[in-house]
């Protein structure tokens, strides 16, 4: 399974430059400022002031994170429209504690103009959880100040400590260990029971400091005792992350999984089922029913959110089961991207739907196909091949099956040879077979397909690649103009990025690999000179670094990292991946060698 970093993460991280912007230009304002329970809060954008992003004609929502105590939802609101001014209304319930405020049309959102506002009590004091939502915004300086304020209202708060110790690994140059082990040591002391909010946080620390054992028993305890809190598909969230992120070895994640499932299967309206039923609905012995108890309930209660009817399709597809179902589902999910609804309850950067959308127009296909439907199938599988912007082979299998299907044996063959130059071994024997069955035998094959493969390139279906003129770490200059004749490699990632460090070992493979080859590898980090080069002290990574590279990362429109590009000796973008895992290596591999001829 690939792992990703949304780009979104990040500004979130950082949304006080945003309101530093937001303030000055009056683009977006808050009336009241501090909303208090009980409150309508009314969101002005103004289309017509200086440094606005939004158009007063475009489609738009006003997405919220609203955060009630511990807990936090994305939701969207309408818009009123008067002349410029686009508005949005917030009624404020008791028990929230924070907001973030975003306009975000279909394509993304305005990263300049954004705000975020404590919420207050009637009587005006900060409601429970509203500075712990200010932790990251306090920076390295004065992320504790702000933790201390939160405990002093509230000091059985327990999840705050989450929340405090992520800061910690983040801005402690020791990863916050001394801060999170004495914590921990207090707390154990000062608490006789265990809240389920501790049992949380506690997970977290223990993990952080390497302690899986203890991480893992606590986990295990949540899903066998409180399967359906909130908490609990928070903590098993995070223990997978962890996981993944120190490549933890041994059967501890195999436990945390089959508790998990057991847990899924009995409550399937829980947050964690919730959470976790996509890779469940394409596992296929997960039970078919509790997929769709858990994701009929979930349309229910948001009708427009597109996820829950792509789940239901992806789980119908790996079953080869419910088809027409499926195929209605997979529909929906289509039009629920379309409509932008992927940006409003999702990613509000929009970035996930540039690969959702191509990837439910497969799922249709490959239903359409197993149900006869040979034309929905042909359009669909066209419609997936030609929305995807990253590199995936399996779409153009998908079109090449279903033209074989039909019977065009020549565009059958076209298809199964862009798969191959994807990075598909099972497409160049299909197309292997192919030839094979029309000529009687294989003699001749390698010619053709030299031929064929020459022709799958056509200059206006890829892009010139952004140019760049840079510098390394050492101080050394690498001009994309300058590098034509050779093959670029290019990595995007940042140190906080857990799939980004986990794939380098991988990565610094092919750099020996290719070390004698026309292949130049650039890494293009968003973090500073300095942060970098305290990193690579442990951990090797042999690409060429760039730091502070975030407006390249802009320029190639990276939104989700890691982030692969591939860039041909004519300056071109021919391939592209994202996500990160241990062998991402051997999916680059094969692409670098088809652009160098091989």
């Known amino acids: 399974m ?27 304002t808050l009336d009241p400022e501090q909303p208090r329970w009980g409150d309508e809060l009314v969101v002005t954008y103004d289309t017509s002031a200086d440094g606005a992003q939004i158009l007063a004609s475009q489609r738009v929502r006003l997405v919220a994170f609203v ?61 429970r959880g509203a500075y712990v939502q200010k932790l990251f915004s306090a920076g390295p300086e004065g992320y504790l100040d702000v933790f201390e304020k939160e405990m002093a209202l509230y000091p059985d ?46 997970a977290f620390g223990l993990m952080s400091l390497g302690r899986e054992e203890d991480a893992r028993a606590i986990v295990l305890d949540l899903l066998g005792h409180h399967p359906e809190h909130f908490f ?35 409550h399937p309206h829980s947050p964690l089922a919730r959470d976790s039923m996509l890779p469940l609905a394409m596992k296929a012995d997960f039970p078919l029913d509790v997929v769709f108890a858990c994701c009929e309930r979930w349309i229910e209660e948001q009708p427009e959110h597109p996820m829950p009817h792509y789940v239901i399709a992806a789980a119908c597809k790996t079953r080869v089961r419910e088809l027409a179902k499926g195929i209605e589902h997979a529909k929906r999910a289509v039009n629920s991207i379309l409509k932008g609804n992927y940006s409003y309850y999702v990613s509000i950067s929009g970035a996930g739907s540039v690969d959702l959308l191509p990837a439910a127009y497969a799922l249709w296909g490959e239903m359409a196909l197993a149900a006869g439907r040979d034309g929905e199938a042909l359009a669909a599988a066209q419609t997936a091949v030609e929305l995807q912007e990253e590199t995936n082979p399996d779409r153009h299998e998908l079109l090449a099956r279903v033209w074989r299907e039909i019977g065009d044996f020549d565009q059958a063959a076209a298809a199964f040879a862009e798969a ?19 000529h009687g035998g294989d003699i001749g094959f390698e010619q053709y397909l030299a031929g064929i493969t020459g022709e799958t390139i056509v200059e206006d279906d890829v892009l010139a690649a952004a140019a760049f003129c840079v510098m390394n770490l050492p101080g050394d200059t690498y001009d994309l103009a300058e590098l034509r004749g050779k093959v ?111």
């Open 420 to 438: 191959w130059e994807a990075g598909s071994e099972t497409a160049l024997v299909a197309l292997r077979s192919l030839y094979t069955d029309r």
């Open 232 to 266: 609990t598909q928070r903590a098993v969230r995070s223990y997978d992350y962890e996981v993944f992120a120190q490549q933890v070895q041994g059967v501890g994640s195999e436990q945390v999984e089959a508790a998990k499932r057991e847990a899924i299967e009995n």
């Open 488 to 598: 670029v490699v290019l990595n995007f990632w940042f140190i906080g990025c857990a799939p980004c460090r986990v794939e380098m070992l991988g990565l610094n493979e092919l750099v020996s690999e290719f070390r004698n080859e026309d292949v130049v590898f650039l890494a293009f980090a968003l973090d500073k000179a300095e942060p970098l080069r305290s990193f690579l002290k442990e951990h090797q990574f042999e690409y060429e670094i760039i730091p502070e590279a975030g407006e390249i990362a802009r320029l190639y429109k990276v939104q989700v990292f890691p982030t692969h590009v591939i860039i041909d000796r004519n300056g071109r973008v021919i391939y592209r991946l994202t996500g990160g895992s241990v062998d991402r290596h051997n999916d680059l591999r094969p692409l670098i060698e088809r652009t160098l001829g091989r």
């Open 67 to 127: 955060y009630a105590g511990d807990e936090s939802e994305q939701e969207a609101f309408e818009i009123e429209r008067k002349g410029p001014l686009l508005i949005g209304r917030i009624p404020i319930e008791e028990g929230m504690s924070y907001l973030q405020l975003y306009l975000v049309t279909p394509s993304g959102f305005d990263q300049r103009n954004t705000a975020e506002t404590m919420v207050l009590w009637p009587d005006g004091q900060p409601a």
């Open 2 to 28: 690939r792992h990703v970093f949304n780009l979104h993460v990040l500004i979130i991280a950082s949304i006080s430059s945003c309101l530093a912007w937001s303030a000055a230009g009056q683009v977006m």
């Open 157 to 202: 708060h327990y999840a705050a400590y989450r929340e405090k110790w992520f800061a910690a690994k983040a801005f402690d140059p020791n990863g916050g260990k001394e801060i999170i082990e004495a914590d921990l040591a207090k707390l154990s002391d000062e608490i006789e029971d265990r809240p389920v909010a501790w049992m949380y946080a506690q």
